[in-house]
C-alpha cells in the first residue's frame, strides 16, 4: 500500500514538473512576442523617418509632395524641430491610424503658417513620435513648411483634456496632441495631452538661411 501511494505521488509530481515546464514555456512565447512586437514598432518607426527625411528633401527641391516609398498613401506636409530636446521630425500630410505608425500626422486643414486662422493640429503616438511630448517646456518649436520656410512658435500650455467632453479650440496655434496617461498599460483612451504654442513673428530670410545652414552642416557631422 505504501509503494503505490508513493508511485501515485511521484506520478503526480512529474505531472505537475510538465505543467510547470509548459506554463513557463507558454509565458517565455508569449513575453518574446511582445517584446518583438515592441522592438518592431521602435525600429518602424525610426527607419521610416529615414525615409521620410529623404522625401522631405526632395519635395523641398521639386516643389512638389514625394512619397516616401512608392506604396505609401501619405507624403511629408512639414517639419517639426525642438531643439532643446533633439527632435527633428517629418510631419505626415494625414493622421489615420495606419500613418501614426510612421511618423506624427497633420489634423485636419491646418497649414504650416502662422497665419492659419484655424491653427495646426499635430497628433502623433506617445510611445514612439511624440513620446518627447511629456518633456515639452514654455519655450520655442520651429516648424518647416514646404517652401523651406520656417515658423516659430512659443510653447504658452500644457494640459490634459478629456476628447469625449472638451473640443479643442481651433485657434491660430500650434497644438501637439497625444494619448494620456504616458505610461497607460491598455491605449486608446478618452484623455489628451495637449500642448499649445503661439506663432512668433516670421524670422528673416537671412536667419531662415542661417539655421538651414547650421541644421545642413549638423548633417553632415552625423
Known amino acids: 500500500m505504501f509503494r503505490m501511494d508513493l508511485v501515485a505521488a511521484t506520478s503526480r509530481t512529474a505531472v505537475n514538473i510538465r505543467m510547470v515546464w509548459v506554463v513557463v514555456s507558454l509565458l517565455f512565447l508569449l513575453g518574446s512576442w511582445l517584446i518583438g512586437q515592441g522592438l518592431w514598432i521602435h525600429l518602424k518607426a525610426t527607419a521610416a523617418q529615414w525615409l521620410l527625411q529623404r522625401a522631405w528633401h ?16 501619405t507624403w511629408p506636409a512639414g517639419r517639426l524641430l525642438v ?12 493622421a489615420s491610424g495606419q500613418s501614426l505608425a510612421f511618423g506624427p500626422g497633420t489634423v485636419g486643414n491646418g497649414k504650416f503658417s ?19 511630448v ?6 520655442d518649436i520651429m516648424t518647416q513648411t514646404i517652401q523651406g520656410d520656417w515658423q516659430r512658435f512659443v510653447v504658452e500650455d500644457m494640459t490634459v483634456v478629456d476628447s469625449r467632453i472638451e473640443p479643442l479650440q481651433r485657434r491660430a496655434a500650434l497644438h501637439l496632441i497625444t494619448c494620456y496617461p504616458f505610461d497607460a ?38
Do not use: C, M, N
Not at 526632395?58 to 498613401?73: C, E, F, G, I, Y
Not at 531643439?83 to 505626415?92: M, N, V
Not at 504654442?197 to 553632415?220: C, H, I, N, W
Open 83 to 94: 531643439q532643446r530636446l533633439g527632435i527633428d521630425q517629418i510631419i505626415l500630410a494625414d
Open 185 to 222: 498599460l491598455i491605449p486608446g483612451g478618452p484623455l489628451r495631452y495637449v500642448v499649445t504654442a503661439r506663432p512668433l513673428a516670421p524670422e528673416s530670410s537671412f536667419t531662415q538661411r542661417f539655421r538651414q545652414g547650421l541644421v545642413a552642416d549638423r548633417a553632415k557631422g552625423a
Open 114 to 132: 502662422g497665419d492659419d486662422a484655424q491653427g495646426l493640429i499635430l497628433s502623433g503616438h506617445r510611445d514612439t513620435h511624440f513620446s518627447f
Open 134 to 139: 511629456r518633456d515639452i517646456q514654455h519655450g
Open 58 to 73: 526632395h519635395t523641398l527641391t521639386t516643389q512638389q509632395p514625394v512619397k516616401p516609398w512608392p506604396w505609401a498613401d
